[in-house]
């Protein structure tokens, strides 16, 4: 039996940034992680880092042909997730009070935990404290010849696919389906989008979408909504999706499919049910300090069920320590407001409300709007794509919400979440003396154009 005061199941960004915090308090911490290609979690292996890396890699393509530009982005994107999964490991692992085990945990009581090793050996764990971050997996909906499809990929094996597709279609036009497409439609691929929703991003304000969808459509992007797709048969070198929208059948033929329509929390094979931890469709249930049911074990980040984000992640781990060594007041309330970006050529960064959430729920709102071309930076990066929003309350001067659509705006919707958290009125934005040339200087004839 090997036993430390905490034990993690899963090296996800909550765990692992938990583990330091005690650790470097001298508690002992035992982190169990199933992969020894995924310590530091899904974020920097196969997720937002790797993405990200290959969205810059996109915008400079540099090489003579799409192949090789590829070839090169997919060997950077590599060095890259090595580079901090090795530093990763090294920041928990090289504390004297941690051991790092590389095997797949599962619960055999409460506080009791088998660990299975590849080799098939295992060992007997038990802790004071057990903190679930076991992340989530794609949904793979159940279409005839999906699974069995060799054309058919995830986010994660895509990645690791050396030849760029031809034609690649995405079943699913969320996050990872508009980012994908983005990156693909850069190195030269056909895209194809297929999703089974009536409206593109739907939780946005029409005037955004209609704005990201013609500049994904300029890019070779092409979209199918309201689309039920029936199966999947794979032939000589490509893969047909059949599907229907409304009465219409349609198929359409590709080299390679990404699976895209969402994740779910890890919980199978954990073993939950032999601790008495409750589980519900959306994965293992928590109360707003990320408490189980079963004392001193705590679910942190995608395995709970809750929004799929590595700074959501992050923030559990904020959570969870304040109730280890603080007065345990802090918890979910604190994430309910918080920036989502889309990173897309031009990203997309949101927070709080939109125009047409304020007028569908009858809020009170002035509004400021500028295009992205009045500003000046946008024109020295060379993207003047877009527009950015701004929506205050006309009583507190409170900003309600904002939605950027312009280069930057991944880094600017921050400042704003900032003023919105701290109750800044919106005209300290407006008068503020910024740098320049810069893209957060835009604030002052975006809040000056407040009305
Ligand atoms: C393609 C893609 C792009 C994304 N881009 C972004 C982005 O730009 N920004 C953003 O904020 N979010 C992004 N996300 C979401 C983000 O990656 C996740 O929300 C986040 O990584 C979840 O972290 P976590 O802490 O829940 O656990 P994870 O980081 O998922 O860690 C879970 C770990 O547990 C391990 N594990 C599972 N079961 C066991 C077991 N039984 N025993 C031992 N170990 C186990 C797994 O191997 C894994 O390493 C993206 C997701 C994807 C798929
Ligand atoms: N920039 C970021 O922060 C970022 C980037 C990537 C992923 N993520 C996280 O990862 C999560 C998963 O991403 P995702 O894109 O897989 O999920 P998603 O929930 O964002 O989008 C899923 C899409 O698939 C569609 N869909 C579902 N079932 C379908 C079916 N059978 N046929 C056709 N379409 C179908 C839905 O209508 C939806 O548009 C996101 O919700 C997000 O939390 C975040």
């Not at 039996?1 to 583990?19: D, E, P, S, Y």
């Not at 982190?31 to 880092?49: F, H, L, Q, R």
């Not at 079963?294 to 590595?310: E, H, L, P, S």
């Amino acid at each position: 039996m090997i036993t430390a005061k905490n034990v993690f199941i899963g090296f996800g960004k909550a765990a692992k940034t938990l583990a330091g915090a005690l650790a470097s308090r001298g508690e002992s911490v035992i982190m169990i992680e199933a992969s020894d290609k995924m310590y530091g979690g899904t974020c920097i292996n196969v997720a937002c880092i790797p993405t990200k890396t290959l969205l810059t890699s996109s915008q400079n393509n540099q090489l003579g042909n799409a192949q090789e530009n590829y070839t090169h982005a997919i060997v950077n994107k590599n060095d890259v997730t090595g580079t901090l999964r090795e530093s990763n490991l090294h920041k928990i692992a090289d504390k004297s009070t941690v051991t790092v085990l590389n095997g797949r945990a599962e619960f055999e009581a409460p506080k009791q935990l088998k660990v299975t090793y590849q080799n098939g050996k295992t060992d007997e764990i038990s802790g004071d404290h057990i903190f679930i971050n076991t992340g989530s997996t794609p949904i793979l909906p159940d279409v005839p010849g999906l699974q069995q499809s060799t054309f058919v990929k995830t986010s994660e094996s895509l990645m690791d696919q050396r030849h760029l597709p031809k034609h690649l279609v995405i079943i699913g036009g969320g996050y990872i389906g508009l980012e994908f497409a983005s990156i693909y439609a850069n190195f030269g691929s056909q895209v194809t989008i297929i999703d089974a929703g009536k409206k593109f991003m739907p939780r946005d304000e029409r005037e955004l979408a209609q704005e990201v969808k013609k500049n994904l459509a300029e890019k070779n992007v092409r979209f199918e909504f309201n689309a039920q797709i029936a199966k999947i048969e794979d032939n000589d070198g490509f893969a047909q999706i059949s599907f229907t929208q409304g009465d219409q059948a349609r198929t359409i033929d590709a080299d390679t499919i990404l699976v895209a329509t969402g994740r779910k929390a890890n919980i199978a094979n954990l073993g939950l049910d032999k601790a008495g931890i409750e589980t519900n469709n959306h994965g293992v249930v928590v109360n707003d300090h990320l408490q189980t049911n079963v004392k001193d074990i705590w679910a942190m980040g995608d395995v709970r069920g809750g929004a799929q984000f590595t700074y959501i992640s992050l923030d559990d781990y904020r959570i969870v320590l304040d109730q280890l060594v603080g007065d345990g007041k802090r918890s979910l309330k604190e994430q309910s407001l918080v920036p989502h970006v889309v990173f897309l050529d031009t990203p997309v960064a949101t927070i709080g409300m939109n125009e047409e959430q304020a007028k569908e729920e009858n809020v009170a709102y002035l509004s400021g709007k500028i295009m992205t071309a009045s500003v000046p930076k946008a024109h020295v990066i060379g993207n003047t794509t877009g527009y950015l929003k701004v929506l205050v309350s006309p009583d507190s001067h409170e900003i309600l919400g904002a939605t950027l659509y312009c280069v930057d705006a991944q880094e600017l919707i921050n400042t704003i979440s900032l003023a919105m958290h701290q109750h800044i009125p919106y005209e300290v934005l407006r008068d503020q003396i910024y740098s320049h040339p810069t893209m957060t200087e835009a604030f002052n004839d975006l809040f000056g154009a407040v009305k």
